[in-house]
């Protein structure tokens, strides 16, 4: 979208990755939001895109959060309950700042690809340059703004680089339909630097997937 264009989707302060996120989806689209938070995602989407929107939320304080707003979302644990989802039940699966803190992102994103017709995954780089800079002085698990927990109190459990997660598109056969590289001020990374920079100065990274026709 034009920088200099009318954006409604931009009237008040949102995460970053969320604006990408609605420039994606297209309007009135069935969208399922996996480990949806307190619902503010959903709640762009309803205002911008006006989707259909459902969410799942593994906390029970942020269910509650949700359904106070009034948006639509169940309990449940993105391992584990996406299975009893059919086939193309949604437009998109979104999965927003997540991946890292799942058991094993690979089925959850084979899940994605399977229960809509696109999946959508932003996360943390671990690539980024400023991790490898302080790993490397001082030994320890950074902090960062994209990663802001001590190790022993960290939600995440697999940790990977932009790298990694296009790596792992190409071994479950997902077309990466669109990417965009955030660099530490949540400035978009210039669509000509090659992969391998964007992997070292992106911060995060949001992710449009498809899976490939004719392919399981």
């Given at each position: 979208m034009?920088a200099?264009s009318?954006?409604?989707i ?19 689209a ?7 938070g ?13 989707v259909?929107?459902?969410?799942v939320e593994?906390s029970?304080?942020?269910?509650n959060h ?5 948006l ?6 993105a391992?584990?309950?996406l299975?009893?989802y059919?086939d193309?039940a949604?437009?998109?699966?979104i999965l927003?700042?997540t ?10 994103t ?8 696109h999946?959508i995954v932003s ?19 950074p902090?960062?703004g994209?990663l802001p927990?001590?190790w022993?109190d960290s939600?995440n459990i697999?940790?990977?680089s ?8 190409g071994l479950?056969n ?6 965009v590289?955030?660099d530490g001020?949540?400035?978009?990374i210039?669509?000509g630097?090659p ?11 949001v ?5 490939e026709?004719g392919?399981?």
């Amino acid at each position: 979208m034009d920088a200099q264009s009318p954006n409604p989707i931009a009237k008040r302060k949102r995460r970053v990755d969320h604006l990408l996120i609605a420039e994606m989806v297209t309007r009135k689209a069935r969208v399922l939001d996996v480990g949806c938070g307190d619902g503010d995602l959903l709640e762009l989407l309803a205002e911008a895109r006006d989707v259909d929107g459902r969410g799942v939320e593994i906390s029970r304080e942020g269910v509650n959060h949700c359904v106070a707003r009034g948006l639509s979302v169940i309990q449940g644990d993105a391992d584990t309950d996406l299975v009893t989802y059919p086939d193309g039940a949604f437009d998109y699966a979104i999965l927003s700042l997540t991946i890292q803190a799942t058991r094993n992102p690979r089925a959850v994103t084979e899940q994605l690809l399977r229960i809509a017709r696109h999946a959508i995954v932003s996360l943390p780089n671990f690539g980024h340059w400023a991790i490898r800079l302080r790993f490397l002085l001082n030994g320890q698990m950074p902090i960062t703004g994209s990663l802001p927990y001590s190790w022993y109190d960290s939600p995440n459990i697999h940790l990977c680089s932009i790298s990694d997660f296009v790596a792992l598109c190409g071994l479950i056969n997902a077309r990466i339909e669109r990417s965009v590289a955030l660099d530490g001020q949540g400035q978009r990374i210039g669509l000509g630097v090659p992969n391998f920079m964007q992997n070292m100065i992106g911060s995060q990274a949001v992710f449009l997937l498809t899976r490939e026709t004719g392919r399981r």
